[in-house]
């Protein structure tokens, strides 16, 4: 009787530690739902200290996602977490605010992360919240992309063929003045979906399909000079992409 008394106090300090591991990660993973004939949800909630709330939602390649958290705290932000991501951000609200949209990368399930800002959650503050997702979008796009060679490997950690800067310029400014952050998914020979992410917070997806060059709705102007295109959205952003960000190589 002893030894079996022992042995169930032992159980129950291995789960009391098991628990308490847990809880000290701070996060806290709750599914985000549409009601059906929806495709947006919101949810209140509220978070102290080093409480963290990830938020799961599926959703495919190509669709839109919109975000948007109103909050009581000004140091209380989301960031937007793609599949299999072992914490790389596509959207980082500490740095870009609290208002997203973005054109996904790839099927899965996406995380929308609340948290407050380290220095908040050291002193415990509170925030009391309100997120808004919203999915838009089908999958036809997806599907006119094609597939990328398997030879063309994609960057670990991320859906991304490659990865860097590319030239970048707004309004009146000198051409190639700045440079933009890109991720660029390869489909068929000529075919990409390029992820820029000009200063902001936004992120623009211009769409490749062989010699045309769109961007959802929005007004494009597309030249091609050698192996390098010259791109301007809606008479403001303007960017160059080479050929070889498109197809590789």
Known sequence: MVIRVGRLLMMCVLLAASSSTLAADGIESRPLQFAKGTSSATVKGSIRGEQTIDYKLRAKAGQTMNVTLKT?????????????????????????????????PADGEYTVRVYL?????????????????????STAATAALGRAPSTDAKVKGTPYHAT???????????????????????GKPGNADVHIKPAGGLERVLTFRGSTVTSGKDKIKAAKSGDMWTIEVNDYEHYQVSESVISGG
């Open 72 to 104: 009581s705290n000004g140091a209380n932000y989301f960031n937007v977490l793609p599949p299999g991501s072992a914490g790389e951000a596509i959207f980082v609200g500490s740095t870009s605010g609290n208002e997203w949209m973005g054109q996904l």
């Open 117 to 137: 800002m380290r220095s908040a959650a050291r002193r415990n503050e509170a925030a009391n919240y309100t997120l808004t997702v919203g999915i838009s979008g």
């Open 164 to 186: 860097g800067p590319l030239p970048c310029w707004m309004g009146n400014a000198p051409l190639g003045s700045s440079q933009c952050e890109f991720g660029v998914i390869r």
